[in-house]
C-alpha cells in the first residue's frame, strides 16, 4: 500500500520523518524527513530503500506523526 502524497503534504500534515518498514522481514527504522525536497512523493521513496537486516530491497514509507519533536523539544511550524 504506497502513499501517493508529497513529503511537502507530509510536513504540512505534521510530519516530520519517515517510518521504513521492509516488506520481507519488518525491520523497520525512523529517517529525518528533511533529506528529501517537498515534490517527492513517499511512493518514489519506497523502490529505494535496502534493508539492513535482511538485504531485500523495497520497502513501506509512511508518515511518522509522531514526529513533531525532536531533541526533546517540540517544533511549532507555521
Ligand atoms: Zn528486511
Redesign the pocket.
Known amino acids: 500500500m504506497s502513499l501517493k502524497i508529497t513529503l511537502g503534504e507530509m510536513r504540512a500534515a505534521g510530519a516530520r520523518a519517515v517510518l521504513v518498514y521492509?516488506r520481507?522481514?519488518?525491520?523497520g527504522t525512523r529517517l529525518d524527513a528533511d533529506r528529501w525536497p517537498d515534490d517527492v512523493r513517499l511512493s518514489d521513496l519506497e523502490p529505494r530503500f535496502t534493508?539492513k537486516?535482511?538485504?531485500?530491497r523495497g520497502a513501506d514509507v509512511r508518515p511518522d506523526y509522531s514526529g513533531g519533536q525532536r531533541d526533546g523539544g517540540t517544533i511549532y511550524r507555521r
Open positions: 521492509c520481507a522481514c519488518g525491520h534493508c537486516a535482511c538485504g531485500a
